[in-house]
C-alpha cells in the first residue's frame, strides 16, 4: 500500500496531473504478466458464480490494496504539484466547491484506507469458547498455534470444547 501510494505520488507530482497514467501502466503491466498463469484467481475470467469470486478475490482485493493507494498517490502528488504551480505563479483557485469535494473525498479515500491497513496489520487471533451466558467453557482450547508441516511453516486454528477430544 504504501509503495502504492510513493509510486502514484511521485507521478502525480512530476506529471502535475491527478490523471497520471501510473494506474494504467500498472495494470496493464500486472494483467500482462498473468498471461501465462494458471490458476482459479489468475487466469481468464469466467461467467459463473466460482468465476466472479475468482475476479473479486484475484484482482479486487489487489486493486483495493495496491491501485486504490496507486490513485490516491497521484491525487496527492498532483494537488502539490498545483499547489507549487498556483504559490509561484499566483493563480487563484477556480472553484471552491469542486476543490472542497476533491478534499473530502481523498480525505476519507485516506482514512478508509488508513483504517484498512490498521486492520491488516492487526494479529490473527480466535475468540475463546463460550458458554451461552457469555462464560468460558472450562477445558476448552481456541487458540492459533504455528508449526512445520512438510518443510513450511503453518498456522493451524485448534478450537475444541474440551482437550481431551481428538
Partial sequence: ?????????????????RWALAPAVFVAAYE???IGSSGPTVDAMHADAIGIIAVVVGR?????????????????????????CD???GAGRRSRISHWTRRVVAGLITVGL???????????????IVTANGD??????????????GGQDQVVMIRGRSTDNP
Fill in 1 to 17: 500500500m504504501i509503495a502504492g501510494l510513493l509510486t502514484g505520488g511521485s507521478v502525480g507530482l512530476v506529471l502535475r496531473s
Fill in 32 to 34: 500482462i504478466v498473468r
Fill in 60 to 84: 479486487g482485493v489487489h486493486g483495493l490494496l495496491a491501485l486504490v493507494p496507486m490513485i490516491l498517490g497521484a491525487v496527492y502528488g498532483a494537488a502539490l504539484a498545483r499547489r507549487w
Fill in 87 to 89: 504559490a509561484s505563479s
Fill in 114 to 128: 488508513v483504517g484498512l491497513a490498521f486492520i491488516i496489520a492487526l494479529p490473527a487471533s480466535t475468540a475463546p
Fill in 136 to 149: 468460558e467453557v472450562p477445558g476448552s482450547v481456541a487458540e492459533l498455534a504455528g508449526l512445520r508441516i
